[in-house]
């Protein structure tokens, strides 16, 4: 079965930033992750591109919202091409065939009789696309999240029944592995507790979006039409526009990853709407913490945001990677600091990894002929080092299959610590001045070595391009986890200790990982 994730689909109302990013990033580990273990993957990400937000923000800057929409979605592509992410799709909900997709999907919603017509009053937030609970008790409201005044509306619209649906939504939340990690469930299950009440999924006096068939004037509310883009995605390029044909290509999804403030869309109405058109729900809804910047919130206003692009330009794709892996349990808000962010990039990828690959591979070359050295009791299980190795792989598996990108970072460092640690004390630099230590020093560079290989296959799936100059200068072929990559395992069998051939030429080394160098402040 295909294993389909998604990001958001990211707004465009304003280019990428490090929020997208950081979601975009995870999402790409696990895509690579998964491919890596041989499952065939589709990894969506893509642009929600209608709505009041994304109109308003076309005509500020005095452009049509399709010329708008076409400039910031090919930013959005440009920057997921720079940083390598390896996405199989990028739907845009402006896409054509995305409007079939909809009105097919609204068919079947109709014929259950889901949709009636209602008049919404309440106070909605632009920039959420989202009427808001309960704020009126306030004189002016604000959104809460955007700290921007709420706008009052009353209108009539049509409706969609989420109040049928009480009991099947409250049935999918208690379920343990739906909402993750699983201390997001408790709001969610709150909401829904509360009794779930019929939202409005059309707007009228508003032009930039889907036209419901059959109810002129009305346009689907944005974040019907956008749910929808998952689906949507699916579809090959030279597939027709068929909801069914679409289905078949990769539904239910297996996981779309979300920030938590978009989590009750996800795991309650968007469920509820594939419920009544008859379609199988997604596994999994995995709603990720916010990033704050020096323990500040990031916006606009107070120019602290920072840009993903910008940040690639100055550190590189692994730094930033394995900073926002490595760092922020995935799940929890995470703050970036820069001077933490230096810290571990030096410590841990140019220090403890990239030194123990650089050292030992120069001292085998030199000392054994620029080959692999020879070696039997290294490449034996019972070796320390093989058993890191294998403390390390099933950490780094288990890890990665519940998002946990951290822990699968931390056991992959933990194997090179261990390898540094085994090279300090057999110390084969002062072993070599000794007579007739020549074997036992090839056994000792031999099992750092072979340590070195493994911790790269396991950094594969978060830092694909270090991962892969470690292996080039091992002298070893790169497995591919991009998005033609083919699925066949082979990374699961590389990974058993012992692989490294004996006598196989070391290319010469070189640093396989800069040290960041930041005078200025990002
Ligand atoms: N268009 C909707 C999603 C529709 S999905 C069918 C949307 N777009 S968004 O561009 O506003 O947000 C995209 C994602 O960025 C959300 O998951 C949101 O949680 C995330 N983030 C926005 N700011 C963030 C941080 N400061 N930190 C981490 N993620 C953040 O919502």
């Known amino acids: 079965m295909t ?6 689909l990211y707004y465009v109302n304003d280019k990428p930033h490090l929020g997208s990013a950081y979601t975009t990033l995870a999402c790409d580990a696990l895509a690579r992750f998964q491919r890596l273990k041989g499952e065939p993957v589709l990894f969506i990400t893509g642009c929600d591109e209608h709505g009041q937000k994304i109109q308003r923000t076309a005509e500020a800057a005095g452009l049509s919202p399709q010329a708008h929409c076409d400039g910031v979605s090919a930013q959005y592509r440009e920057l997921w091409e720079r940083w390598q992410i390896s ?67 009353d209108e009539l619209n049509l409706f969609f029944r989420l109040s049928r649906y009480q009991e099947q939504i409250e049935a999918l939340i208690a379920q343990p592995g739906f909402i993750q990690p699983a201390s997001r469930r408790n709001e969610v299950e709150n909401f829904v507790k509360q009794g779930l009440r019929d939202f409005s999924i059309s707007r009228v006096n508003l032009p ?24 949507t995605a699916l579809l090959e390029a030279s597939d027709a526009p068929d909801l069914d044909t679409a ?3 990769g539904w239910p999804a297996s996981v779309h990853v979300i920030g938590k403030d978009i989590l009750r869309f996800h795991a309650v109405y968007w469920p509820a709407m594939l419920l009544s058109a008859g379609l199988p729900l997604p596994a999994k809804v995995f709603g990720h913490g916010f990033l704050t910047r020096e323990g500040q919130k990031m916006g606009k206003s107070l120019g602290n945001v920072l840009d993903p692009g910008e940040l690639l330009e100055r550190c590189g794709r692994d730094a930033v990677r394995w900073y926002l892996l490595r760092d922020i349990p995935f799940g929890d808000d995470g703050d970036f600091q820069q001077q933490r962010f230096t810290d571990l990039v030096n410590n841990d990828l140019a220090n403890t990894i990239g030194n123990l690959l650089n050292r ?26 093989a058993q890191a190795a294998q403390t390390a792989r099933s950490t780094v598996l288990s890890a990665l299959d519940q998002l946990d990108f951290r822990s699968a970072a931390e056991a992959t460092l933990q194997l090179a610590i261990a390898a540094n640690g085994f090279l300090n004390e057999q110390a084969p630099w002062s072993r070599m001045k ?25 950094m594969a799936p978060l830092l694909p391009d270090l991962s892969g100059r470690m292996l080039v200068q091992l002298g070893q072929t790169v497995p591919n986890s991009g998005a033609e990559a083919v699925a066949d395992g082979a990374w699961l069998s590389q990974l058993a200790w012992g692989g490294l051939c004996c006598g196989a030429s070391l ?16």
């Open 208 to 231: 930039w979006g889907i036209p419901v068939p059959g109810h002129e004037g009305h346009t689907f509310y944005v974040w019907f039409d956008a749910l929808l883009g998952y689906i």
């Open 434 to 458: 000794q007579e007739g230590t020549r074997e036992q020093v090839a056994e000792d560079l031999y099992a750092v070595l072979e340590a070195a290989r493994i911790t790269a296959l396991l």
């Open 87 to 153: 996405n199989n799709r990028l739907i845009r909900t402006t896409d054509p065939r995305h409007c079939q997709i909809v009105e097919q999907f609204f068919a079947r919603v109709e014929a259950s009789g889901d949709i009636v017509e209602g008049r919404q009053q309440g106070w909605y937030c632009v920039a959420c696309e989202e009427f808001k609970d309960d704020p009126h008790e306030a004189q002016d409201p604000e959104c809460s999240t955007h700290r921007r005044p709420l706008e009052w509306r």
């Open 507 to 522: 290319p010469e080394p070189s640093p396989v990982m800069a040290r960041l160098e930041l005078d200025d402040p990002l």
């Open 360 to 385: 030992t591979s120069s001292m085998a070359r030199r000392w054994f002929d620029e080959c692999v050295p020879p070696a039997t009791a290294a490449r034996e299980l019972a070796h320390p080092l």
């Open 3 to 8: 294993y389909t994730l998604t990001t958001p």
């Open 247 to 249: 289905l078949s290509r």
